[in-house]
């Protein structure tokens, strides 16, 4: 049982990874086209776009470490089956 649990948590935390991966090579990548998109939909100032973003990664792998990886962690490697 703790195994299939663990397991969910593993691959849950390797998505979240991937995903803030992308999320942070297309802010590298495409600075200009986000923040000409993100200033036009919510009326931000331009200078506090990518510190934003970076807050909201910050608070995304924060998130992740604490819901998923700390857990995974626990349950195979404290809690073995």
């Known amino acids: ?7 969910i948590f593993g691959y849950c935390g390797l998505i979240n990874i991937g995903f ?3 999320w942070f090579i297309a802010v ?3 600075r200009k086209t986000i923040i000409k998109m993100h200033s036009t939909l919510f009326a931000i100032d331009e200078t506090q776009i990518i510190p934003i973003h970076y807050q909201l990664m910050g608070m995304f792998k924060l998130i ?3 819901f ?3 857990p995974w962690i626990v349950l195979t490697y404290i809690i073995p089956a």
Request: charged content about 5%; aromatic content about 10%.
């Open 1 to 7: 049982m703790n195994d299939n649990i663990a397991s």
């Open 20 to 22: 803030m991966m992308f």
């Open 28 to 30: 590298l990548i495409a």
């Open 64 to 66: 992740n470490v604490l």
């Open 68 to 70: 998923f990886i700390t």
